[in-house]
């Protein structure tokens, strides 16, 4: 990989993050909506997110022009699981003096942050699964067969806790999802519980990822697992996709529509997830002609998510209910727009389009 390209690459995730940030404080620091503090924190807090893949980005950049050190082996992973505590936390404390009844910003933006933070957590976790990733395209050109794992690969226990750390944040997001829809309907309860299931999808895809770059680390990828991984991501995107569009279909109350909105915003995150999983699938012991257009994928996603995001804009003019979705799916496009970052360092590093 050129240099001055890798620079580029590395420069786009927090590009995002300051995009997020910028429009993030703007929203959180005016007051001329009800949504503000809501929208403001959210899109503010998507930046711990663009943080993360910047870990990830620089993680195997650094590998891929052969300048990973002990700093970078440790300094990212830890650089992004700091992140994602601080976000998690600030949701925490937010929501824990909140209350559910009506519609309470602090209960909603405090379990939306915590979300972010989860997520955050799951692509940290990829960062620090991606420390070994020069291996991937070593253990990718040998011959396919029973052999011991390469040296430098993750040993039993480090296996078991890269893998488990993003199903137990997966888990927690569920378990919040099911905790609120279980309860008396309110605004708060509704919007909590529908937006976690889209964050709770996207924590899930990135069980695949995760468990995918381990699985190829250490030489244990199978074909099975090249259909499975895909697949689930496949299957969570249009979930969150189909749930989304089911709750603009109902529009039983204004407070549907915020949800709806932004389940489809992380749904079309689920899809840029899987330009990831997929990539690592089809090239992995082959060649995969249209390696090189697979970071098409989070592009569109990301033009999409703006697209939507430009219309909910002009919608919020006469609808106030949509305001807090129009911000937030500005920020989705660009935890979309990093994604494509990711994705064009790992083709760069893992496949051959000849």
């Known amino acids: ?175 919040i999802v099911v905790v609120n829809l279980a309860q008396t309907t309110t605004p708060s309860r509704f919007t909590v519980g529908h937006v976690l299931a889209g964050i709770a999808t996207i924590c899930t895809s990135l069980i695949a990822l995760v468990v995918s770059i381990v699985r190829q680390v250490n030489d244990a990828y199978t074909p099975r697992e090249r259909v499975v991984w895909p697949w689930l991501v496949i299957v969570m995107g249009t979930l969150s996709l189909v749930w989304g569009i089911v709750l603009l279909i109902l529009d039983s109350e204004p407070y549907y529509r915020t949800p709806g909105l932004v389940m489809i915003g992380l749904g079309l995150v689920c899809f840029s997830i899987l330009s990831k999983v997929g990539l690592l699938a089809l090239v992995w012991r082959r060649t995969f002609a249209l390696a090189n257009r697979v970071p098409l994928i989070p592009v569109l996603t990301a033009l999409t998510c703006l697209f939507l995001a430009a219309f909910t804009f002009q919608a919020a003019v006469t609808d106030s209910a949509v305001f807090v979705a129009a911000r937030v799916l500005t920020g989705l496009g660009a935890i979309c727009f990093t994604l494509y970052s990711i994705v064009s360092i790992l083709e760069s590093g893992t496949s051959s389009s000849k």
């Open 1 to 175: 990989m050129n240099y001055w390209v890798s620079v580029l690459f590395r420069a786009i995730p927090l590009a995002m993050g300051a995009v997020c940030v910028g429009l993030g404080v703007d929203v959180w620091t005016a007051a001329d909506q009800p949504g503000n503090e809501v929208a403001g924190r959210v899109v503010t807090f998507l930046a711990a997110i663009c943080v993360c893949l910047f870990c990830t980005a620089a993680t195997i950049i650094r590998q891929l022009i052969h300048r990973f050190n002990t700093l970078d082996r440790w300094g990212y992973p830890i650089l992004g699981y700091l992140t994602a505590a601080g976000a998690a936390a600030y949701g925490v404390v937010l929501f824990s003096g909140a209350s559910a009844a009506g519609s309470d910003p602090d209960y909603v933006a405090g379990h939306v942050v915590l979300g972010l933070g989860l997520i955050s957590g799951c692509v940290a976790t990829v960062a620090t699964a991606s420390t070994r990733f020069s291996l991937i395209p070593a253990n990718s050109a040998r011959p396919a067969g029973d052999h011991a794992p390469p040296a430098g690969a993750f040993g039993g226990a480090a296996t078991g806790v890269l893998c488990a750390i993003p199903v137990l944040l997966a888990a927690a997001a569920w378990a």
